[in-house]
């Protein structure tokens, strides 16, 4: 893109908007299939501007096409759900959700900006005393959230993973991921898809997200693919 490349704007106070900018400049430039008929069911994909990517793309399962039905909850982090909390993206949030029909299917993709902007700093302020104790309360608020949407709105929820888009807080995010899919292990009710792993590579003995997968704070459509197997995983 004209307009970005060499500029290194991940670097300055723009940084959040010129990652949007450019994960929409580069969905725009992708080559798409047509969108299967009206008739085709949505699932819907509640999240974080990490909802985009997938956005409006086909998934088959059952044998049956899903179209992604985003639903945009920008800037949300999983602590601004808790219920005592105050703060305006929660108020979003829930505006969002009422667009979602009863006993729809529904994944959720929350917590990237949890662990980009609060988990180590809540420790380093001493609110927890380590950062598994953090992340911990941090699940505490997410299961508790998707467990009463589910029994209030009938939905079958899968959980997808927080995404390790960045080099300085994926080691924080995979932790957070595999904390998450522990706790959910025992939680039947709540479909955790597990391909994350797939996204990273070992370069020179760290892990890397993948380059086809995408660059700066998002990941591309190339990860339908991943998404599509994991559902039907879940519900076979």
């Given at each position: 893109d004209p307009l970005t490349e060499g500029q290194d704007l991940h670097c300055t106070n723009i940084r959040n908007e010129a990652a949007y900018y450019t994960c929409i400049s580069q969905i725009i430039q992708q080559s798409y299939p047509p969108l299967p008929t009206q008739s085709s069911p949505f699932i819907y994909f509640m999240g974080d501007?990490?909802?985009?990517?997938?956005?409006?793309?086909?998934i088959k399962y059952k044998n049956k096409t899903r179209v992604i039905h985003p639903i945009l909850s920008t800037g949300t982090k999983?602590?601004?759900?808790?219920?005592?909390?105050?703060?305006?993206?929660?108020?979003?949030?829930?505006?969002?959700?009422?667009?979602?029909?009863?006993?729809?299917?529904?994944?959720?993709?929350?917590?990237?900006?949890?662990?980009?902007?609060?988990?180590?700093?809540?420790?380093?302020?001493?609110?927890?005393?380590?950062?598994?104790?953090?992340?911990?309360?941090?699940i505490d608020i997410y299961v508790e959230l998707l467990m009463g949407l589910r029994e209030k709105y009938h939905w079958k929820i899968y959980v997808h993973p927080v995404m390790p888009v960045l080099?300085?807080?994926?080691?924080?995010?995979?932790?957070?991921?595999?904390?998450?899919?522990?706790?959910?292990?025992?939680?039947?009710?709540?479909?955790?898809?597990?391909?994350?792993?797939?996204?990273?590579?070992?370069?020179?003995?760290?892990k890397k997200l993948n380059s086809k997968y995408g660059k700066y704070m998002y990941v591309n459509i190339c990860c339908k693919k991943y998404l599509e197997s994991d559902i039907h995983i879940c519900v076979c």
């Open positions: 501007s990490h909802c985009i990517p997938p956005a409006w793309q086909s999983i602590w601004h759900l808790r219920e005592e909390g105050k703060f305006y993206p929660k108020h979003d949030f829930y505006s969002s959700i009422s667009q979602i029909p009863s006993a729809s299917e529904v994944i959720f993709c929350f917590g990237e900006i949890d662990c980009r902007e609060a988990l180590l700093l809540c420790v380093e302020k001493g609110k927890y005393d380590t950062l598994e104790s953090a992340m911990d309360k941090l080099d300085i807080t994926r080691d924080i995010v995979m932790q957070f991921n595999e904390h998450l899919s522990k706790r959910l292990l025992n939680i039947p009710k709540l479909q955790w898809c597990h391909f994350v792993e797939e996204l990273l590579v070992e370069i020179e003995g760290e």
